[in-house]
């Protein structure tokens, strides 16, 4: 598509429920990332895929929090058990691996606001 | 590991006034720097970015900003801000080489006074 999407737009869920938020990025973007932006926050890495493998995982904060892309596109951050603390708008960048460097062409989509009550 | 200071949490301005807004990053080594616009209710969007040569970037929207390696700074600047530059502004950083993570400052929320 013309950019990156994601859905849902907004998600309220109760504290301990699991859920999925996906990530659809620009058509032959190889990289994909994921990040959280909390309140007064910049954003804040989670973890980056090149092609259907995760390259960088470092920044999920713990084992609740889980993200696939088995097909090279589309991605799926997983969140079990959740807490009011994993509330936050949760942002999916794409780039295209070319030019001086990956970063060159990193697209933000609108992200997924998570409200955990 | 990199990291991004932004002191001025909320900036208020009129409408045809200056504005310079500061970045400040830590790293060791060679870095890309970006500053990121979020108009309300919008994506991120990319003002501009510094990868190498001249210091001075210019942007979108009639935005610059300056790379002075000395000081560690990336300052955004604009020399008469618009109604419509109200947004929050975050200045990123990623180093040059080996790291795919952007790190980003905590933000300046612009407001600007018709």
């Known amino acids: 598509g013309a950019g990156v999407s994601q859905t849902p737009s907004n998600k309220v869920t109760e504290k301990g429920k699991y859920v999925e938020l996906r990530c659809d990025p620009i058509?032959?973007?190889?990289?994909l990332y994921w990040y959280r932006q909390s309140l007064g926050q910049g954003p804040e890495f989670l973890i980056y895929f090149q092609g259907t493998g995760a390259a960088d995982d470092s920044g999920l904060p713990n084992d609740r929090f889980f993200a696939v892309r088995p097909e090279g596109s589309v991605s799926t951050l997983k969140i079990q058990r959740t807490e009011r603390g994993d509330s936050a708008v949760y942002l999916c960048?794409?780039?295209?691996?070319?030019?001086?460097?990956?970063?060159?062409?990193?697209?933000f989509g609108s992200g997924t606001r998570l409200t955990v009550v | 590991a990199q990291s991004v200071s932004q002191h001025n949490h909320h900036v208020i301005l009129s409408e045809a006034a200056s504005l310079e807004l500061g970045c400040n990053y830590s790293y060791g080594g060679t870095v890309n720097l970006f500053w990121y616009v979020q108009y309300p209710g919008q994506h991120l969007q990319l003002l501009l970015k510094?990868?190498?040569?001249?210091?001075l970037v210019k942007g979108i929207k009639g935005f610059e900003a300056e790379f002075i390696k000395s000081k560690f700074s990336f300052n955004l600047r604009k020399p008469s801000v618009q109604w419509s530059d109200t947004a929050e502004y975050f200045c990123?950083?990623?180093?040059?080489?080996?790291?795919?993570?952007?790190?980003f400052g905590t933000g300046t929320r612009l407001t600007i006074i018709p």
């Open positions: 960048a794409s780039s295209l691996l070319e030019g001086p460097g990956p970063t060159y062409g990193y697209t």
């Open positions: 058509s032959g973007h190889t990289a």
């Open positions: 990123a950083v990623i180093p040059n080489f080996g790291n795919e993570k952007l790190t």
């Open positions: 510094y990868f190498s040569g001249d210091p």
